[in-house]
């Protein structure tokens, strides 16, 4: 694979499968002599002693997409052990999966680059899974490091409040302005197409946010434990408390565009 040919980005997939986290959380290394770890994953010893030895004692930086705790909690112990900077940014308000370790040293905002003589990195902030998102892009290589805003096999799972449908649509569709050839997500393997990849995860959302529209009709009133029954059954059971999430997240959409109202737990159509 073309990415593994120049020996830029070395991809390390954390021990904690689940549901979730797919086959695990994805820790990538930039760079051959200078790198950066992006994403550490969970305080895994095993996990953290294994990004060490392959580093080989060459990590400069930690950059972390989001602070949820498959992806920021193992950036303290790396960065105190290497003595190397944490770069990211802090939650806007509550969360329901917050890693609370994970302070960053420099804070990043939208457009922020690091410069290394090996390759440049640029933040673009994509709040939507969660309000302080980065993404990473490597133009050098035209590769984007997704983290949890665009998954391999997976649909994102939208939790308010920190997480926020209309967000998360017009960051996927700020992608679009960006030169990428290659995504390497979170979780999953790397992904060709990134426009058709786009383009499809938008497409899925409206199409769910139109089927939630159209069985609320139905429905008349509902609240979101019956609703989830009637917009998610053409998955399994098992998933509705997941499913929940982005449900919500769905309702305060187009509670927010005037398409549906909320009365004492019920919500309707307008």
Not at 65 to 94: E, F, Q
Not at 112 to 118: F, L, N, P, R
Not at 143 to 168: N, R
Request: some cysteine; charged content about 25%.
């Amino acid at each position: 694979y073309y990415l593994m040919d120049i020996n830029l980005l070395n991809k390390i997939t954390a021990p904690n499968p689940g549901v979730f986290t797919g086959g695990g959380t994805n820790a990538y290394l930039i760079g051959k002599n200078d790198l950066t770890l992006v994403d550490p994953g969970p305080a895994n010893e095993e996990h953290i002693n294994n990004i060490i030895k392959i580093a080989d004692g060459k990590i400069k930086r930690i950059l972390v997409t989001h602070t949820h705790k498959d992806h920021s909690p193992a950036a303290l112990p790396i960065s105190k052990i290497l003595n190397v900077p944490m770069y990211g940014r802090l939650v806007d308000g509550d969360s329901l999966w917050e890693d609370e370790t994970f302070i960053p040293d420099i804070v990043m905002s939208d457009g922020d680059t690091i410069e290394t003589s090996e390759y440049s990195i640029e933040a673009i902030h994509t709040p939507g899974h969660a309000s302080n998102h980065l993404c990473f892009l490597i133009p050098e290589i035209n590769c984007l490091l997704t983290g949890d805003h665009i998954m391999d096999g997976s649909t994102v799972v939208i939790a308010p409040p920190d997480g926020d449908m209309t967000k998360y649509i017009s960051s996927l569709e700020k992608l679009f302005n960006y030169k990428i050839d290659t995504f390497a997500p979170g979780h999953g393997s790397y992904m060709i197409e990134p426009e058709k990849t786009i383009q499809a995860i938008i497409r899925h959302r409206l199409t769910r946010e139109g089927k939630v529209f159209r069985r609320l009709e139905e429905a008349g009133s509902s609240d979101l434990d019956q609703l989830v029954k009637l917009v998610y059954d053409d998955v399994s059971e098992m998933l509705y408390p997941i499913a929940k999430f982005s449900l919500q997240a769905h309702l305060i959409k187009l509670i927010e565009e005037k398409k549906v109202t909320l009365v004492a737990d019920k919500y309707k159509t307008i």
